[in-house]
């Protein structure tokens, strides 16, 4: 790999870390209700790729339902989350995105592992579990339990991407546009103070959409998958693994977020369970999808 692209991909690795400490201080510290802050994001990327909408895909429901899922779906879970979790604990939960993947995979696409991928699921969770257990801020709790769920909702969406004929960037507009219909009527029903968090910060809370939406929807995801094309993904995806170990980092000095033992050792044991499953081969798979199921 050329410095270019080496420098490409940790400049991506510290967008998608930061993107989880700035949604945080947007929920919490900027009182933006976390659908809410979730749909505008989306609205913000759909309106961006609106000319990618054109022409209309085969199997336009499918489309849709995998968009949703892999996008605003289980960004409004990480969101929800986010109100009592820190971006530590949520960016270590999160990595049993991987191993529910390859599951997904067994379930739906008939995958098989052997021994070395099945002691990394087993490692992937074990690290994860081993973290939460302590009495720390990594304590199971409402809001990493909805961190998990959204881990399982983008792992769900990535596998059967597979199924879809669709180029990443098109599909990305249109998981924007499936995520805008349905987290409209939701945050409608379900929350308020919508007008009230534009209304006190609307410059910071505008300067956190646009890193959420352009910065990281739009750039850091468009240039990973260019470097997907231009190198080979044994190359490319590893690299990715600087995400969770960034958020830890960012989540101690932006945010203050304890890190205890526990959190730095049972991150240590499931980061090294996802590797082993990234750097696997895989036969009905696509690994690209391994570590960055969602839009």
Same mark, same amino acid.
């Given at each position: 790999?050329?410095?270019?692209?080496?420098?490409?991909?940790?400049?991506?690795?510290?967008?998608?870390?930061?993107?989880?400490?700035? =949604?945080?201080?947007?929920?919490?510290?900027?009182?933006?209700?976390?659908?809410?802050?979730?749909?505008?994001?989306?609205?913000? $990327?759909?309106?961006?790729?609106?000319?990618?909408?054109?022409?209309?895909? /085969?199997?336009?429901?499918?489309?849709?339902?995998?968009?949703?899922?892999?996008?605003?779906?289980?960004?409004?879970?990480?969101?929800?989350?986010?109100?009592?979790?820190?971006?530590?604990?949520? %960016? #270590?939960?999160?990595?049993?995105?991987?191993?529910? *993947?390859?599951?997904?995979?067994?379930?739906?696409?008939? /995958?098989?592992?052997?021994? &070395?991928?099945?002691?990394?699921?087993?490692?992937?969770?074990?690290?994860?579990?081993?973290?939460?257990?302590? /009495?720390? @801020?990594?304590? *199971?709790? +409402?809001?990493?339990?909805?961190?998990?769920?959204?881990?399982? $909702?983008?792992?769900?969406?990535?596998?059967?991407?597979?199924?879809?004929?669709?180029?990443?960037?098109?599909? @990305?507009?249109?998981?924007?546009?499936? =995520?805008?219909?349905?987290?409209?009527?939701? *945050?409608? #029903?379900? /929350?308020?103070? @919508?007008?009230?968090?534009?209304? *006190?910060?609307?410059?910071?809370?505008?300067?956190?959409?646009?890193?959420?939406?352009?910065?990281?929807?739009?750039?850091?995801?468009?240039?990973?998958?260019?470097?997907?094309?231009?190198?080979?993904?044994?190359?490319?995806?590893?690299? +990715?693994?600087?995400?969770?170990?960034? +958020?830890?980092?960012?989540?101690?000095?932006?945010?203050?977020?304890?890190?205890?033992? &526990?959190?730095? #050792? %049972?991150?240590?044991?499931?980061?090294?369970?996802?590797?082993?499953?990234?750097?696997?081969?895989?036969? +009905?798979?696509?690994?690209?999808?391994?570590?960055?199921?969602?839009?």
């Amino acid at each position: 790999m050329s410095a270019r692209a080496l420098l490409i991909m940790m400049m991506c690795n510290i967008v998608w870390a930061l993107n989880i400490v700035v =949604s945080k201080v947007a929920i919490v510290d900027l009182a933006s209700p976390p659908l809410f802050y979730a749909l505008l994001r989306s609205l913000i $990327v759909a309106i961006v790729l609106i000319p990618l909408l054109r022409p209309l895909p /085969e199997n336009l429901g499918r489309v849709l339902l995998i968009g949703l899922a892999i996008s605003g779906g289980s960004f409004a879970l990480l969101f929800m989350g986010l109100v009592t979790a820190s971006p530590s604990a949520a %960016g #270590v939960v999160s990595l049993t995105g991987a191993p529910m *993947t390859v599951l997904f995979a067994i379930l739906f696409l008939g /995958e098989r592992i052997r021994w &070395r991928r099945g002691l990394g699921i087993g490692l992937a969770f074990g690290g994860v579990l081993f973290a939460m257990a302590g /009495e720390n @801020q990594m304590e *199971t709790s +409402t809001g990493l339990l909805l961190v998990f769920i959204s881990a399982v $909702v983008g792992a769900l969406g990535t596998v059967f991407v597979k199924r879809l004929d669709l180029s990443s960037i098109r599909l @990305q507009a249109w998981a924007a546009l499936a =995520s805008v219909a349905v987290l409209l009527p939701l *945050t409608a #029903v379900m /929350e308020s103070g @919508q007008v009230a968090s534009l209304a *006190t910060s609307p410059w910071k809370l505008a300067a956190c959409l646009f890193f959420a939406a352009i910065v990281v929807s739009v750039g850091a995801h468009t240039a990973y998958y260019r470097m997907l094309r231009e190198y080979d993904a044994n190359l490319i995806v590893p690299l +990715t693994l600087f995400t969770p170990i960034l +958020t830890i980092v960012f989540g101690a000095w932006l945010t203050g977020d304890a890190i205890g033992g &526990r959190l730095v #050792v %049972g991150g240590g044991i499931a980061l090294a369970g996802v590797a082993i499953i990234v750097l696997r081969p895989s036969e +009905t798979f696509t690994r690209r999808f391994l570590v960055r199921p969602r839009f």
